[in-house]
């Protein structure tokens, strides 16, 4: 267990799990959280792992927000160095080279939203409540809300969610794509490690440049986007996890990827 300021790291064979443990201030963000994970985001690029997992400690929040108290006495410039460390923490996590899955266990408002915003997957449990009340503090969302919700659940839904500020349940956000899947919050790691054992035994390499070739192609028009799913498709047949995976799946057996 790596444990630095109020985030706790931990591996579990080829899975790691990274836990915001705040939660007298229901693991709200500031800027010595902020801090603390990117360094272990750092940390964790160098591990050897396939997928990482996030999420936050105790029933009541996955992240309730960014922490109001700080933000309260900012200036224009300091609000803003604050909205860019927080975009750079989650544009981190977005574009980490192996899943990410958010396992979201109460309150995931306004930075706790937007962080769940920023994993590729969300499991969430049936207490879970989602929302960007920001407006209702005189501001925006400042953690990548105005651009990561309405690429998840259309403009129109991102609209109405961050201008009325209201807040959501698990059931509602899984409706609008907002979240993958709901569980009993008891079942909510369980399931996450679940989904997470599963697509680590794919093979590595490809999961990778699914993840790039996804995230970087929502950007490009459909020409752009199928000629780079071409050019990476081609580019995994010089793998050897290629082979290993086709010629597993001729002979009948269960493969063996080394991730080269």
Known sequence: MTRLSCVDYKKEDEIGILTINRPEALNALNTEVLEALEIILEKIEEEDIKLLVITGNGEKAFVAGADITEMSDMNTMQA???????????????????????????FALGGGCELALSADIRI??????????????????GFGGTQRLSRTVGMPKAK?????????????????????????AEELMTTTLELAKKIAKQAPLAVEMSKKVMNEGINMTISQGL?????????????????????AFIEKRKPKFETR
Do not use: C, H, W
């Open 124 to 141: 969430a449990s049936y207490n879970a409540k989602f929302g960007q009340p920001e407006v209702g503090l005189g501001i925006i969302p």
């Open 227 to 247: 000629d780079y799913e071409a050019a990476s498709f081609g580019a995994l047949f010089s793998t050897e996890d290629q082979k290993e995976g086709m010629y």
């Open 160 to 184: 109405e969610l961050i201008f009325s500020g209201k807040i959501i349940s698990a059931e509602e956000a899984e409706r609008i794509g907002l979240v993958n899947e709901i569980v009993e």
């Open 80 to 106: 803003k160095v604050f909205s860019e460390k927080g975009n750079r923490v989650f544009s981190k996590i977005e574009t980490f080279k192996i899943p990410v899955i958010a396992a979201v266990n109460g």
